[in-house]
């Protein structure tokens, strides 16, 4: 079993920055492709950004490519979302996921039914 636990969220001004972190429990948990997605009110969750299980492929949302950035650190069994240019239409909870299937891969996981195990979510706040 793994337990993915998010932090890092908050408010800020557009324009701003944010550095979301998500902690993975479990031993094996650094072997799995990991990834963020966002709820936004009313909205339903989507996909935000992906990576491979040693980081050696990332894939990005279109919506947030070339602002956001997602990086690992196995050793510490963590999972980065760095997020720049933040706009409004950012706000939402980001939740972090793990794929257990694709363990040693360097697949990116893509969907979110493909996921296992998800954390709690951490809101991040931009006013308009």
């Known amino acids: 079993q793994v337990q993915l636990v998010e932090s890092g969220g908050g408010l800020v001004q557009a324009g701003g920055s944010l550095r979301l972190s998500c902690a993975a429990s479990?031993?094996?948990?650094?072997?799995?492709?990991m990834g963020w997605f966002r709820q936004a009110p009313g909205k339903s969750r989507e996909f935000v950004a992906g990576i491979s299980w040693r980081a050696r492929n990332t894939y990005y949302a279109d919506s947030v490519k070339g602002r956001f950035t997602i990086s690992r650190d196995n050793a510490k069994n963590t999972v980065y979302l760095q997020m720049n240019s933040l706009e409004p239409e950012d706000t939402a909870v980001y939740y972090c996921?793990?794929?257990?299937?694709?363990?040693?891969?360097?697949?990116?996981?893509?969907?979110?039914?493909?996921?296992?195990?998800w954390g709690q979510g951490t809101q991040v706040t931009v006013p308009s």
């Open positions: 479990g031993r094996t948990s650094s072997t799995y492709p």
């Open positions: 996921a793990a794929d257990r299937r694709l363990y040693y891969s360097d697949s990116v996981t893509v969907g979110e039914h493909e996921y296992d195990y």
